[in-house]
């Protein structure tokens, strides 16, 4: 039995659709425990995640904290903005079989390229200074758990795309070339 194209879309879309959820619900949960840290309970940076004590990074600095917890969020976030982007595709018939070279198709492959970049540049940015604040001292978990580990990833993810998004741009200027001439 051959899957069809369209069957595959399908499932791709549930697929982003529960990454999308979780990836929600993540940046969510950061946002709020940095800010009920911050404004509420303090206490709360003994558990700021599941499994996560921060309380040594709270007790070096407030600033530190929120620099810390603000780039984890940011980078949650963003992840949250590509899934979106995603099912937008997807969800809203944008993703034409018969003609993929559009400027929709363009315009989403940009857009993810950039925000794949941005995400690895964040998640570097993160990952240094998660290392400055260990050299100098405090106890943070594995980057892997506060989900700033995979830079490269990221940034090799965001070139690749971007690769793509410009042979899509020159297939969409010979598309329309074709177009006008016929």
């Known amino acids: 039995m051959k899957i069809s194209t369209e069957q595959t879309l399908k499932i791709l879309n549930v697929l982003s659709w529960i990454i999308f959820i979780g990836v929600c ?10 800010f009920y840290t911050l404004e509420i309970n303090p ?5 700021s995640w599941p ?19 603000s780039q984890i969020s940011l980078v949650s976030l963003m992840r949250a903005v590509l899934f ?8 809203n018939k944008k993703l034409d079989i018969t003609q993929p070279f559009s400027k929709s198709m363009g ?12 995400i690895g540049m964040f998640s570097w940015s993160g990952t240094k200074y998660t290392g400055w604040l260990v050299s ?22 965001g070139v690749t795309i971007f690769v793509i998004a410009q042979v899509f741009k ?13």
């Not at 979106?84 to 969800?91: F, G, H, N, R, S």
């Open 136 to 157: 100098k001292g405090v106890k943070l978990p594995d980057l892997q758990y506060l989900r700033l580990g995979g830079a490269d990833v990221w940034l090799f993810m």
């Open 25 to 34: 619900i993540e940046a969510g949960g950061w946002i709020f425990s940095t």
């Open 51 to 69: 499994g996560l004590d921060l309380s040594s990074l709270y007790d070096y600095g407030r600033g530190y904290y929120l620099a810390e917890m």
């Open 170 to 182: 020159r297939g969409i200027e010979i598309q329309t070339e074709n177009e006008l001439t016929v």
């Open 43 to 47: 206490i709360n940076a003994h558990r």
């Open 84 to 91: 979106y982007l995603i099912i937008d595709i997807l969800q």
């Open 107 to 118: 315009r989403f492959l940009f857009r993810m390229s950039y925000l794949s970049l941005l």
